[in-house]
């Protein structure tokens, strides 16, 4: 018997709605905040949400340094790299100076956590 019933994944941030507008925008889900903006969530009709909280004295992950460690990242699967990287810089993430592979590219969205866009 499995004791949870769905992952939901929560990030940090130092700003809810404006990292849930990021991923809103990323993946086409649509997105809640709550009315003091403290959470939000980015939804979608057949995935978990991922939910993102406020956080004073917030500290990004200094990936690929160990200093503050990224924690926790998504993949996100895409058709093309090259097309989705691009929307993905127009939509506010910034890429990583260091790119260790060939089949994936290393962004950090707006409050730093690194995420990667994967051919898939």
């Given amino acids: ?6 992952p939901v994944v929560v990030l940090d941030a130092p ?6 507008e990021f991923y809103g925008k990323l993946l086409d889900w649509s997105v809640t905040v ?3 903006g403290t959470w939000a969530e980015v939804v979608s009709n057949s995935w978990p949400p991922i939910c993102i909280q406020q956080v004073e004295d917030y500290h990004a992950p200094s990936w690929p340094s160990q200093a503050h460690p990224q924690q ?7 058709d093309d790299l090259n ?3 691009k929307a ?3 939509i506010g993430a910034g890429k990583a100076p260091e790119q260790p592979g060939e089949t994936f590219r ?3 969205d ?3 956590h690194p995420f990667c866009l994967c051919k898939g």
């Fill in 110 to 112: 707006p409050a730093g």
């Fill in 83 to 85: 097309v989705a990287e």
């Fill in 88 to 90: 993905v810089l127009e």
């Fill in 1 to 6: 018997m499995a004791i949870a019933k769905q």
């Fill in 34 to 36: 709550d009315e003091d």
């Fill in 106 to 108: 290393v962004f950090l």
């Fill in 72 to 78: 926790m990242h998504l993949d996100v699967m895409v």
């Fill in 15 to 20: 700003d809810a709605g404006e990292l849930a």
